[in-house]
T-cell receptor
Framework: GQSLEQPSEVTAVEGAIVQINCTYQTSGFYGLSWYQQHDGGAPTFLSYNGLDGLEETGRFSSFLSRSDSYGYLLLQELQMKDSASYFCAVTTSGTYKYIFGTGTRLKVLA | DVKVTQSSRYLVKRTGEKVFLECVQDMDHENMFWYRQDPGLGLRLIYFSYDVKMKEKGDIPEGYSVSREKKERFSLILESASTNQTSMYLC????????FGSGTRLTVV
């Protein structure tokens, strides 16, 4: 089967840096994505890693190590509006469907 | 921007009713998906479609069916609603990354 593991909750203060880890077990792994979801809202796409290494998009970066079946989302200069749930998701070769992790709830404190 | 529209934000239905959840996308995407989201369980794939009249089961298809008669519309059908189908239902459209609709919170009483 396929599974993803990520912490259920992370707390950090405004201005800090936080890392949300994701480990996965899947056959035919193709890529790892991250989605953000605010309470009451729909998930929105943040980033995608198909190759090993770091992808940077403004304050957010995402990392992938295919050999370790591991990735993370790095959020810098945290703001209150970053309080949300963050989901990692894997896609497998030959398909556009994603398998999602159970989500990490990030609380940013003033 | 891709827009994915789900017809209802909130629905309350009775046990045993047949329920239709509608989803429409406006970017000519071939791929569409239905997920349900429950606390502690994340998003679980119910059904998906790669083209008109084409459908494939996801991880939890039991009690559901789908219809894709037109490219822009993907409908989720609960044949006989049960209380364990009370959930948030999310539709997504994709040619790579997903664009989600705003969700339908369904309560079955």
């Amino acid at each position: 089967g396929q599974s993803l593991e990520q912490p259920s909750e992370v707390t950090a203060v405004e201005g800090a840096i936080v890392q949300i880890n994701c480990t996965y077990q899947t056959s035919g792994f193709y890529g790892l994505s991250w989605y953000q979801q605010h309470d009451g809202g729909a998930p929105t796409f943040l980033s995608y890693n198909g190759l090993d290494g770091l992808e940077e998009t403004g304050r957010f970066s995402s990392f992938l190590s295919r050999s370790d079946s591991y990735g993370y989302l790095l959020l810098q200069e945290l703001q209150m509006k970053d309080s949300a749930s963050y989901f990692c998701a894997v896609t497998t070769s030959g398909t556009y469907k994603y398998i999602f992790g159970t989500g990490t709830r990030l609380k940013v404190l003033a | 921007d891709v827009k994915v529209t789900q017809s209802s934000r909130y629905l309350v239905k009775r046990t045993g009713e047949k329920v239709f959840l509608e989803c429409v996308q406006d970017m000519d995407h071939e791929n569409m998906f239905w997920y349900r989201q429950d606390p502690g369980l994340g998003l679980r794939l119910i059904y998906f479609s790669y083209d008109v009249k084409m459908k494939e089961k996801g991880d939890i298809p039991e009690g559901y069916s789908v219809s894709r008669e037109k490219k822009e519309r993907f409908s989720l059908i609960l044949e006989s609603a049960s209380t364990n189908q009370t959930s948030m239902y999310l539709c997504a459209s994709s040619e790579g990354g997903y664009t989600f609709g705003s969700g339908t919170r369904l309560t079955v009483v």
